[in-house]
């Protein structure tokens, strides 16, 4: 059974930064499509960043030039930094791993708030 893990999240002050990662277990094979979305009150689930196999990289408009998706092959792992954090960015943040983003497994979701 695969399943996902996510760390990292919590309470930073705007302007700050941090990074969330995920631990994808249960499943010896890598998979196509790592990403991360999020959900803030209220609002629907949005894409974040998205990295496939190998290595091509898309971020929404909103993180573009603040946020950087890596992954591990290796050992199945994705890491999402976001540095000049700001209130907006307040928001249930999950990982995502399928052959297409948006499809396959999710993890449970970490909380990350940024106050003003």
């Known amino acids: 059974q695969v399943q996902l893990v996510e760390s990292g999240g919590g309470l930073v002050t705007a302007g700050g930064s941090l990074t969330l990662s995920c631990a994808v277990s249960g499943s010896t094979l890598s998979f196509n499509a790592m990403g991360w979305f999020r959900q803030a009150l209220g609002k629907q689930r949005e894409l974040v960043a998205v990295?496939?196999?190998?290595?091509?990289?898309i971020y929404a408009d909103s993180v573009k030039g603040r946020a950087t998706i890596s992954r591990n092959n290796a050992n199945n792992t994705m890491s999402l930094h976001i540095n000049s954090l700001k209130p907006e960015d307040t928001a249930v943040y999950y990982c995502?791993?399928?052959?297409?983003?948006?499809?396959?497994?999710w993890g449970q979701g970490t909380q990350v708030t940024v106050s003003s």
């Open positions: 995502n791993v399928g052959r297409i983003i948006g499809q396959g497994y």
């Open positions: 990295i496939g196999s190998a290595g091509v990289t």
